[in-house]
């Protein structure tokens, strides 16, 4: 039989091994997990200006999206956004892109700027002609359109989603004094549990952690995003692709009033 003051001494050992072992798992999965990704300094949005003299809508100031009703689409097949040609194009995850309105009219997914062009003033492209409905709705925007494509997005979960973080470039060659360009989305599939994630900017362009948002993606989803100025990624956390209409606008009165009907 263990004397008492053998017990103390086992029992203790014991202990000391067990907290020995639960420390070195901490730190190996401490060292294993990887970091969550969050912009620094270097990101090569931070280069993009936020504040400019171009004209802004009144309706975008306060938290640089709007979410308008969502839209009832059933009346659209999926055949309009299934069956265009897609480009494989990657911007926030594993995306491909059908350019409806592009700088030139041909099926190209670059900035307009490469053509010495804002992102305004984009011509249709031969894709219109297999998606008439939901074109209908896009000319029936009154805004002078920027590219205009559909997104195809892989699925992508909050983390994964965040190293893809951005801000767009989308007033590049865009004369100051003339309207600011934003974008704005029309969810195609119904994605509840999806989201665009959303961030302003601080004073050093670099995101506002505590100003996240989520803008849920069901089908029909319709909000306008001011993403120059906010940090913005789809987060996908469906099964299938996640599709969704992307078109470029040109910042007018007329448009604000239209967002504002739209709300
Ligand atoms: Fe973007």
Same mark, same amino acid.
Request: aromatic residues 8%; hydrophobic residues 35%.
């Given at each position: 039989m263990f004397s008492p003051a053998v017990y103390i001494r086992y029992g203790f050992s014991q202990i000391s091994y067990f907290s020995g072992c639960y420390i070195i798992l901490i730190l190996i999965i401490m060292s294993t997990a990887p970091a969550i990704f969050w912009p620094h300094s270097e990101h090569w949005s931070?280069?993009? +200006?936020?504040?400019t003299s171009h004209y802004e809508m009144p309706v975008m100031k306060d938290k640089g999206y709007v979410i308008m009703k969502t839209l009832d689409i059933s009346h659209i097949p999926s055949s309009e956004w299934e069956n265009l040609t897609y480009m494989d194009w990657k911007s926030g995850g594993d995306t491909n892109f %059908? $350019?409806? #309105?592009? *700088?030139?009219?041909?099926? @190209? *997914?670059?900035?307009? !700027? @490469?053509?010495?062009? +804002?992102?305004?003033? %984009?011509?249709?492209t031969t894709n219109t002609e297999l998606c008439p409905n939901l074109m209908a709705y896009i000319k029936s925007i009154p805004a002078n359109f920027g590219r205009v494509r559909i997104i195809k997005l892989e699925p992508q979960n909050h983390d994964q989603a965040l190293r893809s973080v951005h801000r767009d470039d989308n007033n590049r060659l865009n004369p100051e004094g003339e309207g600011w360009v934003v974008r704005m989305w029309i969810e195609l599939t119904d994605n509840p549990d999806s989201y665009m994630l959303l961030y302003d900017s601080d004073e050093n362009n670099l995101p506002i952690k505590e100003s996240e948002a989520h803008v849920p993606m069901p089908?029909? %989803?319709?909000?306008?995003?001011?993403?120059?100025?906010? !940090?913005?990624?789809?987060?996908?956390?469906?099964?299938? $692709?996640?599709?969704? %209409?992307?078109?470029? *606008? @040109?910042?007018? $009165? @007329?448009?604000? #009033? !239209?967002?504002?009907?739209?709300?």
């Open positions: 931070v280069k993009i +200006p936020v504040n %059908a $350019p409806l #309105a592009s *700088c030139d009219g041909t099926l @190209e *997914c670059k900035g307009f !700027w @490469e053509n010495g062009k +804002p992102d305004k003033h %984009a011509l249709f089908k029909g %989803a319709h909000f306008v995003v001011d993403s120059q100025r906010l !940090w913005h990624v789809g987060v996908h956390n469906g099964t299938k $692709p996640r599709y969704a %209409a992307i078109i470029s *606008c @040109e910042s007018s $009165p @007329e448009l604000d #009033a !239209w967002i504002k009907s739209k709300m």
